[in-house]
């Protein structure tokens, strides 16, 4: 709280420094602070409180000659000296010189909303950094976007408008953002200047302790500032961080409503890739104090300067990428980067810098990847139909790993959905399995889904650490794609860690015994295997939860690490077993959720029930040194050892028995293969002999068939010949007739 002087002329005194920000403005201070400001002396007299006493303030006029900044001294033509305070005169052969001094630029702080000098925010978490010159079109839109982050609406987000002496309207937009709007500061340059001398001029007076610049054709997710500054402040050795992209041709496009259909995906940062090409994207966040060290960027460059500077810290600072999808990028032709061949010529120049292209380096052209409309409404903060999916941070991140399984993985993604707690979002990593993209879409209806892919198989260790890289939520769960939650299980957490100092805590499980039957999986057994509250010792003996009963805060795992991604058994049981040498872990004594057993090799404690015996090992000698202090835990895990090889010896001792029994089906099977093989035998005599007798059969039909012809040919003939001896029969008996009737006659 500002300290309260006896006289306001002895609060002047003490504040005189902070007060160059009132250049040009008439004041009224009383001995606690600034009371009222303003360039117009009646303005500044309406601004007092009506209940202020008239002789406890006093009334100032701030000239801008005031605080005048170290001198800069500038060789300009006769024609230019009405821009600057002129020292002295030279001339030289035709040319008359003169050393002026740039005066004091023209700053606005809003002065709406911050009355006192005593209210004025003085350090903010980010400083937003936006250069204007004719952008009219867009301006509005970009500062529209900065005041609906989430960062901005914690306050922990300045703005800070660069107006390089533009032909356009762009202040009286800003005008009207001042007016409505804190931590909008604005200024405007006598000259028109370079964007990355802009630049320079914005993070000079930035308050912030990082750095982002907001291009304004550019849009951001509503959270992605945050994301992009809590990556730093969890990771101090981080200086620049910057995330993947969406892209759109649309002009003033928002994330809420962007059909893009293509994004810029990337690569972690190396710095031999960084040779090729620039990776870090247009939107990225990077530490104020970098300047301290590097210096600031060339203020002559006009469209790869960015690209210079990230040249330049790269090879000593360490860069990150976010690999998650925060900003939309507008394909602008008339941008700087796409307007000319003035990019190209300064990149060419730049690696001629760096010695990058005398060592043969070939530069690279960034390629962007398709995205899919159901992907693309899997994103947060998305508008799906009429209804605005604008959820903000999830307190609860589930992750769900899963592989060639969409039909469990249906169901364990309805088992969230159904949650009594809706403040969730749901992160789907598929490692290396059939696509399950149809699933997602399906029950992505409430836009709360983010779905990530591997390329090929990682392990579920790998799949976790996709998800929780993602997660964006206070809190992390876990769900393997065949088991499921009970409708309560997140509230049940939520309320518990919400309400109590735990930051980490688990539940109960029903254990449900399946086999299959008729080609599906049936419950045949219920139990609750474990219910043990949380004790450190005993932790490094065996594991006491599932791990879809267990709840943590994110931070937990800046602290101790991710899933260990070597071990492909008790992997969850590690990552507690860290936790547990950091935090305080509670049991709360619910049943909320149900994990299945299956002993057809079909999860991991019958597929990978061998290798449990190596990583318990590697889990007991890498914990020793908390086991060495009590001889009760080393002859625990002693004693572990030894009923697990029990437990095997008992498991060999089953797969022997049924291998006995398999042999003994398989002989049955094979005498009755013989038997059948006797039938086949004799079936195939008789068919033999039937068709014998089929073909002789034949023959006789085909003889028979032969004669009839024969025979029938024959009776032709004959007929034919009767036919003949019938006519010559009947020409005799009428030469007969002739003669004897000639006879007669005579």
């Known amino acids: 709280m500002e300290p309260e002087y006896a006289t306001t002329n002895d609060w002047y005194q003490a504040n005189r420094p902070q007060l160059k920000i009132y250049r040009g403005q008439w004041i009224a201070y009383t001995n606690k602070g600034v009371i009222s400001h303003d360039r117009d002396y009646r303005k500044m007299k309406d601004g007092i409180p009506p209940d202020t006493p008239k002789l406890s303030y006093t009334i100032e006029r701030i000239y801008e000659s005031e605080f005048i900044e170290p001198a800069k001294f500038y060789p300009v033509r006769m024609r230019s000296l009405h821009s600057f305070n002129v020292v002295s005169l030279n001339s030289s052969d035709s040319w008359l010189w003169a050393t002026a001094q740039l005066p004091a630029p023209k700053r606005v702080f809003n002065s709406s909303s911050q009355t006192s000098l005593a209210k004025t925010k003085t350090n903010f978490k980010v400083s937003a950094i936006v250069s204007t010159y004719n952008s009219e079109e867009f301006i509005r839109g970009c500062l529209q976007d900065l005041v609906g982050q989430e960062l901005y609406k914690k306050g922990e987000l300045e703005i800070i408008v660069i107006d390089s002496a533009s032909e356009q309207n ?91 259909d293509r994004q810029w995906n990337w690569p ?180 709360n889904i983010v779905y990530k892919k591997h390329d090929r198989a990682l392990d579920r260790s790998a799949a976790r650490n996709t998800g929780i890289r993602a997660a964006r939520g206070k809190y992390i769960a876990y769900l393997d794609d065949d ?142 040194p908390y086991a060495e202090a009590n001889p009760t835990i080393l002859e625990a895990q002693k004693e572990a050892f030894i009923a697990e090889a029990k437990e095997l010896a008992q498991q060999v001792q089953n797969l022997q028995s049924q291998v006995v029994q398999k042999e003994s089906q398989l002989q049955q099977t094979q005498a009755e293969k013989s038997g059948l093989s006797v039938q086949v035998e004799t079936w195939q005599r008789t068919t033999q002999e039937v068709q014998a007798k089929l073909e002789a059969t034949q023959s006789e039909k085909e003889w028979v068939k032969s004669q009839l012809n ?4 024959t009776a032709e003939e004959m007929q034919l010949e009767l036919d003949r001896s019938r006519l010559k029969l009947k020409q005799a008996q009428s030469q007969l007739e002739q003669s004897t009737l000639n006879l007669m006659n005579s």
């Open 170 to 260: 762009e202040q009286l937009i800003i005008g009207d953002f001042q007016s409505k709007y804190p931590n909008i500061i604005y200024e405007r340059t006598l000259e028109r200047e370079t964007l990355y001398a802009s630049w320079n001029r914005a993070i000079k007076i930035a308050r912030g302790d990082y750095i982002t610049n907001a291009n304004t054709d550019d849009r951001l997710r509503p959270d992605a500032l945050e994301i992009m500054a809590n990556y730093l402040d969890t990771q101090p050795e981080v200086s620049l961080v910057y995330p993947d992209q969406l892209i759109t041709n649309t002009v003033n496009d928002t994330w809420e409503k962007t059909k893009a």
């Open 268 to 447: 972690s940062f190396n710095y031999s890739e960084l040779e090729n090409r620039c990776i870090i994207g247009s939107q990225p966040m990077w530490r104020k104090s970098l300047h301290e060290k590097y210096g600031y960027f060339q203020p002559e460059f006009t469209s790869a300067g960015d690209y210079e500077f990230w040249l330049r810290i790269g090879k000593t600072e360490k860069l990150a990428r976010i690999p998650e999808t925060l900003g939309l990028y507008y394909e602008n032709p008339q941008g700087l980067e796409h307007s000319s061949s003035v990019g190209q010529q300064e990149t060419q120049k730049i690696l001629e810098e760096y010695g990058i292209t005398q060592r043969g380096v070939i530069p690279k052209t960034s390629i962007p990847v398709p995205i899919s409309p159901s992907e693309l409404n899997a994103l947060p903060y998305r508008k799906i139909g009429q209804s605005t999916v604008n959820r903000g941070r999830p307190l609860v991140s589930v992750i769900i790993p899963t592989k060639d399984r969409p039909e469990m993985l249906a169901q364990a993604i309805q088992s969230v959905l159904n949650q009594t707690f809706t403040e969730l979002e749901i992160i789907v990593v598929n490692d290396g399995g059939v696509d399950v993209q149809s699933v997602i879409s399906r029950l992505n209806t409430k836009g």
């Open 483 to 624: 088991d499921n939650y009970y409708p309560n299980h997140i509230e049940t957490l939520v309320k518990f860690l919400e309400n109590s100092e735990y930051k980490i805590a688990y539940t109960d499980a029903v254990m449900a015994q399946q086999e299959k039957q008729n080609g599906e999986y049936v419950t045949i057994n219920r139990s609750v295997p474990y219910s043990l509250d949380f004790d450190k010792d005993k932790i490094l003996v065996s594991n006491c939860t599932p791990n879809l009963c267990l709840m943590h805060e994110k931070s937990c795992l800046d602290e101790v690490g991710l899933f260990d991604e070597t071990l492909s058994t008790h992997e969850d049981w590690d990552l507690i077993i860290r936790l547990s040498r950091k935090f305080d872990i509670a049991h709360i004594k619910e049943t909320t959720c149900e994990f299945t057993q299956r002993n057809d090799g079909t999860n991991t404690s019958s597929h990978n029930r061998a290798d449990f015996t190596r990583t318990r090992e590697i889990i007991f000698n890498r914990y020793q």
């Open 710 to 713: 024969s025979w029938k040919q």
